[in-house]
């Protein structure tokens, strides 16, 4: 069974920073992309970042240059590095891992909210 854990939300300061982390395991859990989804109260889930198992990455346009996505294929982790937060960036945010064939698993999500 494939798992997904999220850990490093929390409540800071606009300006501020936070890691998230997700780390996988289970059969079948060497993804082909890794990534970062976030849910605000009345919004859509929407992509935050992505990277994929040649390293590359995928920014939505409002974290570019704030977010970092990076990925350990030996532990199975993905993390992603948030500076310079905003009111904005409150959310659930949640690990998503998609295999080759285009499996996708979920983490629980983690709540980061920002405080102006």
């Known amino acids: 069974q494939v798992q997904l854990v999220e850990s490093g939300g929390g409540l800071v300061q606009a300006g501020g920073s936070l890691r998230l982390s997700c780390a996988a395991s289970?059969?079948?859990?060497?993804?082909?992309?890794m990534g970062w989804y976030r849910q605000s109260q009345g919004k859509q889930r929407e992509l935050v970042a992505r990277?994929?198992?040649?390293?590359?990455?995928n920014y939505t346009d409002s974290v570019k240059g704030r977010f970092t996505i990076s990925r350990d294929r030996a532990k199975n982790t993905v993390d992603l590095q948030m500076d310079s937060l905003n009111s904005e960036d409150t959310a659930v945010y949640y690990c998503?891992?998609?295999?080759?064939?285009?499996?996708?698993?979920w983490g629980q999500g983690t709540q980061v909210t920002v405080s102006s």
């Open positions: 998503y891992g998609e295999t080759d064939i285009g499996w996708e698993y």
């Open positions: 289970g059969s079948g859990s060497k993804f082909y992309i």
């Open positions: 990277i994929d198992i040649g390293g590359r990455t």
